[in-house]
């Protein structure tokens, strides 16, 4: 029994090194896998004096906790903004008067 014990381990051990090259082997003759993507960040610069058009008036929202974001109260007639992770004071007639980018 020990006789046939030792001879079952010794064909394991010998034959792991053969299994192992045949499954390297068929995975070389696998075609890679390339998946491209076209990926086009648009990162609008903004700009003092700039008129907001109404599709840029919808992605903003209104700051009122001003003083949470570190912002100076705004003046009379003007509102603070934010537009993704940019901070805008603008004007009664949406026109832009200071920028603070984050």
Do not use: C
């Not at 792991?16 to 003759?29: I, K, N």
């Not at 075609?31 to 058009?53: L, Q």
């Not at 100076?72 to 009664?92: A, H, K, N, T």
């Amino acid at each position: 029994m020990k006789k046939l014990t030792t001879l079952l381990l010794a064909a394991t051990v010998i034959a792991a090194p053969l299994l192992a090259t045949t499954e390297a082997s068929a995975q070389d003759h696998r075609r890679p896998v390339v998946v491209e993507r076209d990926v086009h960040v648009k990162k609008y610069k903004w700009s003092r004096g700039h008129r907001m058009t109404p599709a840029e008036r919808r992605n903003m929202r209104d700051v009122r906790d001003y003083h949470r974001y570190r912002l100076s109260p705004p003046p009379r007639g003007y509102r603070w903004v934010q537009v993704d992770r940019d901070f805008l004071l603008i004007g009664s007639g949406s026109v832009i008067a200071n920028i603070v980018i984050r």
